[in-house]
């Protein structure tokens, strides 16, 4: 049996340039949706806060915002549970389907929500209501599309075709820059209040999630569920409650503490390095406008999509622990020359600064969630993920 992944099966996977692509491409599109989804709620807080709360304080209004991105964060564990379970139940290309659709329908939600001019207090809490929606969608997306890639990737081969996943993430998040990019002149208040354009394009970035959902889900559809999932449930081996056996096992208790702890770091690198970047740049100590500040987290997720293929071909030939340990080195040693070079307020000096820390997070974001995958035998590899 496979020793980089536990109780996968005894068969070495294998995939031609074909097959490659097409597993590639249904576990890393529901990704792009995803964090696509995620990240412009981050990049358009401030003109939600606009659109969405009483006029008056804009600090406040601000900070509601980001409590909505917050919120998220509390149901991301819910999502992983239920949707974990049942993955590890159903099997995985089901929930994966399913998902896409969630996020999708939440998102242009938000797009088609009526102003706090139109209709008050209800337009905030529906905010949130759809921000639980998305967090929910997301817990389940993650694992769910991990899980996938690596139980179809063959050996050796696992740390680079599950970086692709990495790949989309940050490219959605780079295509939801350029976006808020290109909708930037009307991201005001005077364009808001303005009327024509100005007064709907800031929902045209939600909307966007409605022709991704709909290619998402077809192609999802149409792709077969992992050879790991087929053969246990052909041998009968799908556990009855993945969850309880997860729970109920020492080894897998060991193995789902671990893999709470371990993406702390690259949850705190990723808001500081690309979800934050903006609102700091435009903070007033540093005064970069909002296309400016977007430009510069634009670049570095240029960098770090070049550099996490890399990393992940890297940890297939040196292993996980290697790759993962060097990169948290790298990021206590140049995390405060670079955050310097950011805050020189030099447009050059912040992009420089901006994609050594990409470098630097690549070799960590590259390897985390397969390090994750490896630890858990396919029963319960969805539910204890």
Not at 34 to 42: M, P, R, S, V
Not at 133 to 154: C, D
Request: proline letters at 4%.
């Amino acid at each position: 049996m496979s020793t980089s992944m536990r109780a996968a099966g005894p068969q070495n996977n294998r995939l031609d340039a074909r097959q490659a692509r097409k597993v590639v491409t249904a576990g890393c599109v529901g990704i792009f949706v995803e964090l696509y989804d995620n990240g412009i709620f981050a990049f358009m807080a401030g003109t939600l806060a606009l659109v969405f709360l009483a006029p008056g304080n804009p600090d406040n209004a601000l900070l509601f915002v980001f409590a909505g991105y917050a919120v998220s964060f509390f149901v991301r564990p819910l999502g992983a549970v239920v949707c974990g379970y049942l993955g590890d139940r159903i099997g995985r290309q089901k929930l994966l389907v399913f998902v896409i659709l969630l996020i999708s329908a939440a998102t242009a939600g938000i797009g088609i929500l009526p102003s706090y001019a139109a209709i008050g207090i209800a337009a905030p809490v529906l905010l949130i209501l759809l921000r639980l929606i998305q967090g929910f969608s997301v817990g389940g997306e993650a694992a769910g599309a991990m899980t996938f890639l690596a139980e179809h990737a063959p050996e050796g081969k696992r740390g680079i075709i599950t970086s692709y996943a990495q790949i989309a993430s940050f490219a959605a998040l780079l295509t939801g820059t350029l976006v808020a990019y290109s909708m930037s002149p009307w991201l005001t208040q005077a364009a808001i209040d303005g009327g024509g354009f100005g007064s709907f394009a800031w929902r045209i970035p939600f909307l966007v999630a409605i022709p991704m959902g709909i290619i998402g889900w077809y192609i999802r559809k149409a792709i077969s569920d992992t050879p790991n999932f087929v053969k246990l449930k052909e041998e009968g081996g799908l556990s009855k409650n993945p969850l309880k056996e997860a729970f109920a096992s020492a080894e897998h208790r060991r193995a789902m503490l671990l893999a709470l702890f371990i993406p702390l770091m690259n949850g705190s690198g990723y808001y500081v390095l690309f979800s934050y970047m903006p609102t700091f740049l435009k903070g007033k100590q540093l005064n970069f406008t909002i296309g400016e500040a977007l430009l510069v987290t634009a670049c570095s997720l240029v960098v770090i999509c070049i550099a996490i293929p890399f990393m992940g071909a890297l940890s297939d030939r040196i292993g996980r622990k290697k790759v993962i340990a060097g990169s948290a080195i790298a990021m206590a040693v140049v995390g405060i020359p670079a955050y310097a070079l950011i805050a020189t307020g030099n447009m050059a000096l912040a992009i420089l600064g901006a994609s050594i820390m990409a470098v630097v997070f690549a070799g960590h974001t590259a390897v985390i969630h397969i390090l994750i995958v490896e630890l858990f035998p396919t029963r319960v590899r969805y539910s204890a993920y």
